[in-house]
């Protein structure tokens, strides 16, 4: 059996093994536990020598005193016997009982040396004294007797101090008697004596060291040892971790309390059991010592008394000397928090705070997983992109609070109706998706797509207040549309796309034709970067004229893009397309720096106008951009003016505002263009903004044939003056509109009646010669 180098505390204490505090650490501490089983294991080799060296020194002291009896009295030889056999037997029992206490402690060194010293003196005391009177042969005795007590002293080799302490006490005493037996000694005799003596001293001195040395590294190892023992004990104590040890066979030589005590079992009821079966019949684990390579965090569902509980294992083979595998050791460790951690943050990386919905990177996994599963079976999947209808105006009037509390209706909305067909998340902002595992029948889908934008089209009382949105919803099918979770994503997107284009509250399926108008729309925007960069576009200018002398004033510049392939492209087809893709930004610059331009080179007086989209009113830059165009052309500020229409106050009214006076400060003209045909304005009237108010085509055309239209004309004029703005008609395209619009208060005309949309050659001729209506 493979024992395992951690047993439990009763098992590993040997009874000689030195008990040391265990927060003593670093080097001071191992020190103090090298030198406790030092002192051990020199303890016990001396309780091993007592004896001999007691029995020895005994029997020498009574042949002495046999040979000195009739020379020595023995009133004074039986004291002397009595005093070495009852000084040797008590340091024989000190000896022995040292080397096996009940409680082991440091030693300290100088009493063996003192013991050492006090028998070699009391064992020579009365030779040393009676030496120099005996007869030769009694001498010889006693020398002979001295050098075995000096040999003796191997028994004290496992301290040197003492046999050193031993040996230089009865040389000091052989010479004390030499030199006191000098006169009558043989020569011959005496270094006889000298010669034993000093073999006794170098044999001895070299066997102390040697003997020293290896209880010494003994100690060493023993100290390492248990500083290991106890470190290992004090990392299960505290909790760090729990060691456990297995036999070739997968059986339980060693387990921690604590891993034994969280199955419900003591350490001794589990030796022998499989390990894997004591941990629930784990598969990983059986397999992992079945591969017999080391292993690490492998986690282990367990069920205890306290529930479900995770471990994790790591471990290393244990190969004896002869290389054959002979089990593991290894460590387990407590997960079970870890692993929560892990999954509250897991569930935070995918669930959106506000609806608690799964996000979009949890949408994104859904849908693979239902790819997969559509792409392995039979059943199609679909996802479905959301896209809350009229929700920007929610926040700008009502704030983000009751915005997002609109959010959060609209997701328990969306949850309701969808139920168990599938899953909705939140992609971000306004916009939702709904995720289905079964996607076979169409006419489902596009039932419960019905269902959804009829119960957000269904008001919202927040606080109180009645809130009304509406929803758009576009859906893509896989692996039919797109088999991967971007194809299928972007085929959604393209489809919700389509939906918005047809109004508020519609649902689109994907269809070929979308993705080669969204193919179309990619190499347009592409085309229109190119066109920006290689002069593709031109600015027309058509003229303004005053209505009551019919004299030119100004131009409106309009842009045209002559395509080198597909010849002049409609401003309705690219400039919508360039507010989406912020190509409105780079392209506006162009026109307001080219009309600046043109107006350098008419007479003084003739101003150019420029239409601005919301989107350029957004940029930080546009006051910049205007200023530099009218510094380069040196053109003055009055004869430039931007036109914007009512949609530029649909997002951010205070921004659009804002930016609207800072242009205003810069001495421009700000003209509100079709007024009347969308939302109404007349609450940023009176914010000194406009200067001109522009009736749309549409309202010119049926003054005609409505009196209403009329009446409308004339309240719109009435307002005008009122806040001091100027009024101009456009489309006007007859005599007949012309006089009537002059009639109503117009003050200037815009249409074909006075002329087309012209190059810049021709502007600038027109400008030049001051051109008016009898001229022409």
């Known amino acids: 059996m493979y024992h395992s180098p951690v047993q439990p505390e009763e098992a590993q204490q040997e009874d000689s093994a030195p008990i040391l505090p265990e927060a003593a650490a670093g080097d001071a501490a191992a020190s103090r536990l090298r030198e406790a089983y030092l002192y051990t294991g020199q303890a016990k080799a001396r309780a091993l020598f007592a004896p001999f060296l007691a029995i020895s020194a005994v029997a020498a002291a009574l042949l002495v005193g046999w040979a000195m009896l009739g020379h020595v009295g023995l009133e004074l030889i039986a004291p002397w016997l009595a005093a070495v056999g009852l000084a040797n037997w008590t340091a024989c029992r000190r000896a022995t009982r040292e080397a096996f206490p009940d409680a082991p402690r440091l030693g300290r060194k100088w009493p063996p040396v003192a013991e050492a010293m006090g028998l070699a003196a009391l064992w020579a005391s009365l030779p040393t004294w009676a030496f120099a009177t005996q007869a030769p042969q009694v001498q010889v005795v006693i020398g002979g007797a001295m050098g075995a007590m000096i040999i003796g002293a191997i028994a004290l080799a496992a301290f040197p101090a003492a046999a050193t302490a031993w040996v230089a006490t009865l040389t000091a005493a052989f010479c004390i008697a030499f ?28 066997l102390t060291r040697w003997t020293y040395d290896q209880l010494d590294r003994t100690a060493k190892a023993s100290a390492e040892r248990e500083s290991a023992r106890l470190l290992l004990r004090q990392y299960e104590r505290h909790g760090v971790g729990w060691l456990w040890q297995v036999d070739a066979e997968n059986r339980l030589v060693y387990i921690s309390p604590r891993v034994a005590a969280l199955v419900g079992r003591a350490p001794g ?22 591969a017999r390579t080391s292993f690490a965090n492998l986690e282990i569902e367990v069920r205890s008394r306290e529930g479900i509980r995770w471990i994790g294992l790591s471990g290393d083979p244990v190969i004896d000397v002869a290389g054959q595998f002979q089990g593991y050791r290894g460590v387990a460790t407590d997960v079970t928090d870890v692993r929560k951690t892990q999954e509250r943050l897991t569930k935070l990386a995918n669930i ?26 039979s059943a199609p999947c679909a996802v479905m992109f959301l896209d809350l209808d009229a ?42 998706a709904v995720v289905l595992a079964e996607a076979a029948n169409r006419r489902a889908i596009e039932e419960l797509a019905r269902r959804i934008i009829a119960a957000v089209a269904e008001p919202f009382t927040i606080d109180k207040t009645e809130i009304r949105i509406g929803v758009s919803v576009g859906c893509a099918v896989g692996p039919t549309d797109g088999t991967t979770v971007d194809d299928l994503i972007q085929k959604a997107d393209l489809a919700l796309y389509q939906a918005k284009a047809q109004g508020r509250g519609r649902f689109c399926h994907f269809s070929a034709d979308m993705q080669n108008e969204a193919e179309g729309r990619r190499r347009l925007e592409r085309d229109m970067r190119e066109g920006i960069k290689s002069g593709q576009f031109r600015l027309l200018y058509q003229p303004l004229v005053d209505a009551s002398t019919q004299s030119l004033t100004g131009f409106e510049a309009l842009i045209r893009w002559h395509h080198p392939s597909r010849g002049i492209i409609p401003p309705l087809e690219f400039i919508p397309l360039a507010e989406e893709s912020g190509i409105i930004i780079p392209l506006g610059e162009w026109v307001i720096e080219e009309a600046c331009r ?9 101003t150019v106008a420029v239409n601005v989209s919301a989107h350029q009113l957004a940029s930080p830059s546009l006051p910049g951009t205007v200023r530099e165009a009218l510094s380069k052309a040196k053109v003055p500020a009055d004869r430039l003016e931007l036109e914007v229409t009512e949609s530029v106050f649909l997002g951010d009214t205070n921004g659009a505002l804002d930016m609207l006076q800072r242009l205003r400060a810069l001495g421009l003209g700000i ?57 101009t008609a456009e489309g006007v395209e007859t005599s007949e509109d012309f006089a009537r619009m002059r009639d109503l208060g117009c003050h200037h005309i815009q249409g074909y009646l006075f002329g087309k949309p012209m190059s810049f050659e021709d502007a600038t001729a027109l400008a030049n010669r001051g051109w008016d209506r009898q001229s022409a």
């Open 179 to 206: 030199f006191l037996g000098s006169r009558s000694l043989d020569l011959t005799l005496a270094l006889t004596f000298i010669g034993v003596a000093a073999m006794a001293v170098y044999s001895v001195t070299r």
């Open 269 to 290: 009821q589990l030796a022998g059991h499989s390990f894997p079966a004591v941990l629930g019949g784990s598969g990983p684990l059986g397999q992992a010592l079945l």
């Open 352 to 377: 959106d705070v506000l609806s608690g919905l799964p996000n979009r990177g949890r949408v994104r996994q859904l849908l693979g997983e239902a790819l997969s599963a559509a792409q392995s079976g």
């Open 391 to 432: 929700f920007k105006p929610v926040n700008d009037t009502f704030g983000h609070l009751k915005g997002d509390q609109v959010l959060k209706n609209v997701a328990q909305r969306l949850l309701k109706e969808v139920g168990r067909q599938g899953h909705v998340g939140r992609m971000g902002g306004d916009e939702f």
């Open 598 to 606: 043109a107006a350098s080179h008419w007479r003084s007086g003739v």
């Open 671 to 727: 003209a509100l263009d079709d007024f009347g045909t969308g939302y109404s304005s007349l609450g940023y009237l009176n914010k000194a903004v406009f200067h001109k108010l522009k009736i749309d085509g549409s309202f010119v055309r049926e003054a005609a044939k409505n009196q209403e239209t009329v009446a409308i004309i004339q309240s719109i004029v009435a307002l005008a003056k009122n806040f001091r703005m100027t009024v």
